[in-house]
Structure formats: structure tokens, C-alpha cells
């Protein structure tokens, strides 16, 4: 069964960065896209970017450019998301989504991951 | 694209039908409009892509319409695992956009 597993959740202090990871499958690696999203309490989802696995290519959405970083390790098929300078406003639960066509609507989601920054 | 959907929730028996709205604040263009179902702990799931087209695996309970700046998803006959949050995404214009999503609860 395909998925996409997401690492487990983090507690951070403010000013801190977070590196979430993405375990997907070789086909999604390099047949798909994969896209971040997340979603504070109370909050609509937010996109945040998109990464495509197999070139490294990366866009971010003006929000985030400055504090996003979207990486991928070809060896392990993982990708992973790194935000900077954290805040209260960035607790949220964070998810990598795939694109299986470059269209940006998402077939398959991770589980979700967690992220609470408090002092 | 500022996205609303109502109602905010429908109670329903299982057996009953059910219709959600969502409405964008402008023209969604080649109907980029894709519908997902989601539980509390578990990763959303992709209905409907396309305004119309049923994600692979989804039963064919779910269909989505619509064009423009009004779309709907309908579910024939609601069975007990499709009490859940149902939300509406745009694709046509960057950044996608999400409705705040419609509850469907069991009456």
C-alpha cells in the first residue's frame, strides 16, 4: 500500500528551527510531486510550497520564502521540509501531500505531523 | 481565492443523502475545484479532482458538479464511515486555496 509517512511530532522553543520529514515510495520519488501544507488550530490549510523529488526543484509560497528550506535524500526516497525561526503562530500540524500530475491537487497525504512551539 | 463552504454542518442518518456547498470568490477556471474527506488523526483523502471525477478507489456515492464559481459534492446515501469533515480545495490560481470545510455528523 502506498503512503507516505511523515516523522513524529516535535516540541520546539521559539527562535528554533524544525526538519519534518517525508518517507515515500521510489514511484512517488520520481513520478510525482510533493507539496507541504499546514494547519494551525482553528485554521484553514495553508500551502506552503512544493518540491519535485526528482530534480530538487523547489517553490515556496511568499509567506514562507524566507524561512522555508525543501530538501530531498534520493538514496532513502525521503523528503524533507525545514522551517527557521520558529514562533507560536507556526504551531501547527504539518503535511506533505503528493501531485501525482504537477496540477497541485493531492492524491495521496501523510499522516501529519504535529509541531508546537512553546517556551 | 477566498473559498466558502456551507453549511458549516449537516446531521444526517446514515441512509440519508447529503449535500455540501462550496463557493469561491471567483471564477475557478477549467474547474480546478477537488473535494477531500477527513478524520480527526487520519491523512485527508482525495474524493473528487476536476469538479467531476472520482478519485481512484472512491465509491461511486460521491459525485461532484458544478462550474464556475459554485460546485457541490453529493453523497447518495451516507453509510457510517462517511460521517467526517468534507473540505473543497482550488487549483486554479497559485497559492491553492481550501474551504474551511463542512462537518457531517450523525444525527
Known amino acids: 500500500q502506498v503512503q507516505l509517512v511523515q516523522s513524529g511530532a516535535e516540541v520546539k522553543r521559539p527562535g528554533a528551527p524544525v526538519k519534518v520529514s517525508c518517507q515515500t515510495s521510489g514511484d512517488t520519488f520520481f513520478n510525482a510531486y510533493i507539496h507541504w501544507l499546514r494547519q494551525a488550530p482553528g485554521q484553514g490549510l495553508e500551502w506552503m510550497g512544493i518540491?519535485?523529488?526528482?530534480?530538487?526543484?523547489?517553490t515556496y509560497d511568499h509567506n514562507f520564502r524566507d524561512r522555508i528550506t525543501m530538501t530531498r535524500d534520493t538514496a532513502t526516497t525521503t523528503i524533507y521540509m525545514e522551517f527557521d525561526s520558529l514562533t507560536s503562530e507556526d504551531t501547527a500540524t504539518y503535511y506533505c501531500?503528493?501531485?501525482?500530475?504537477?496540477?497541485?491537487?493531492?492524491?495521496?497525504w501523510g499522516q501529519g505531523t504535529l509541531v508546537t512551539v512553546s517556551s | 481565492v477566498v473559498l466558502t463552504q456551507s453549511p458549516d454542518t449537516l446531521s444526517l442518518s446514515p441512509g440519508e443523502g447529503a449535500t455540501l456547498s462550496c463557493r469561491a470568490s471567483e471564477t475557478i477556471s477549467t474547474d480546478y475545484l477537488a473535494w477531500y474527506q477527513y478524520k480527526p488523526g487520519r491523512a485527508p483523502r482525495l474524493l473528487i479532482h476536476g469538479a467531476s471525477n472520482r478519485a481512484a478507489g472512491i465509491p461511486d456515492r460521491f459525485s461532484g458538479s458544478g462550474s464556475g464559481t459554485d460546485f457541490t459534492l453529493t453523497i447518495s446515501r451516507l453509510e457510517p464511515e462517511d460521517f467526517a469533515l468534507y473540505f473543497c480545495q482550488q487549483y486554479s490560481v497559485t497559492p491553492v486555496t481550501f474551504g474551511p470545510g463542512t462537518k457531517v455528523e450523525i444525527k
Open positions: 501531500a503528493r501531485d501525482p500530475g504537477g496540477y497541485h491537487y493531492f492524491d495521496l
Open positions: 518540491i519535485n523529488p526528482s530534480s530538487g526543484a523547489t
